[in-house]
């Protein structure tokens, strides 16, 4: 499986970006696809994740209520709305795929994962 990651960029504080993540093959319906992202010497950090089947998502705490995460069938792409981005949501976000949904916020399990994309926030 092939993750290719797109959408990041530049953005002041306050605004919005829309990362994209398309698979190279449709997800089944036990796949979950979501987002992890790593700032210069931080670790990675789950930021939200979608249930390809029942449409369940998962949020970051830090995230919730800024993010959201949604699905599209026809392309076999995931994508991430952030709105109110702060400085502290510059990062390298990555893309990922896996089977299943337990434990959703740890990086060991997610299986197959895309080259990233740079968001970087300034003020």
């Known amino acids: 499986v092939q993750l290719q990651a797109s959408g990041g960029g530049l953005v002041q504080a306050g605004g919005s970006l829309r990362l994209s993540c398309v698979s190279s093959?449709?997800?089944?319906?036990?796949?979950?696809m979501g987002w992890f992202r790593q700032a210069p010497g931080n670790e990675y950090e789950f930021v939200a994740a979608i249930n390809w089947g029942d449409l369940r998502t998962y949020y970051a705490d830090s995230v919730k209520g800024r993010f959201t995460i949604s699905k599209e069938s026809a392309e076999n792409a995931v994508h991430l709305r952030m709105n109110s981005l702060k400085l502290d949501d510059t990062a390298r976000y990555y893309c990922a795929r896996r089977v299943g949904s337990s434990r959703v916020t740890r990086r060991a399990d997610w299986n197959s994962w895309g080259q990233g994309t740079q968001v970087t926030v300034s003020s």
């Open positions: 093959t449709r997800p089944f319906s036990s796949t979950a």
